[in-house]
Structure formats: structure tokens, C-alpha cells
């Protein structure tokens, strides 16, 4: 996967955890136990991409410097 992609698919999953957490505010008792489990799932889900994307910007071990 490139960086450019991981970095939009990361913007993604932000503006749906923002969109959920929105609808949280004004949801119904039944309402808010699900939409706690999809943030839940979203927040894991963007948490592994955001890892990915750090790995991906870390220079190779063979091109560090060792100053």
C-alpha cells in the first residue's frame, strides 16, 4: 500500500469516528450501544492505520545515520 493511500483511508475512518460520535450525542439508550461498538471498531480500525502509516514513514534500518 502507498502512503498516499493509507493517509486517506486514515482521514476517512477520522471523519466516520467524528460523524459517529456526533450521532452518539443525540442517540436514544437502545441507539448507544451500538453505535459505542462501531466506534469501538473504528477507533481500532484507525488506530492499525495509523500504526501502518509511522512504519511506512520510518527511514529503513539500512539508511539510518548513526550519529
Known sequence: MSIRY?????Y???KDLEALRKRLASASLEERAELDQ???QLTAERDRQRAMLEAKKEPPPYRRSFR
Open 6 to 10: 493509507l493517509a486517506l483511508e486514515l
Open 12 to 14: 476517512r475512518l477520522e
Open 38 to 40: 462501531q466506534i469501538k
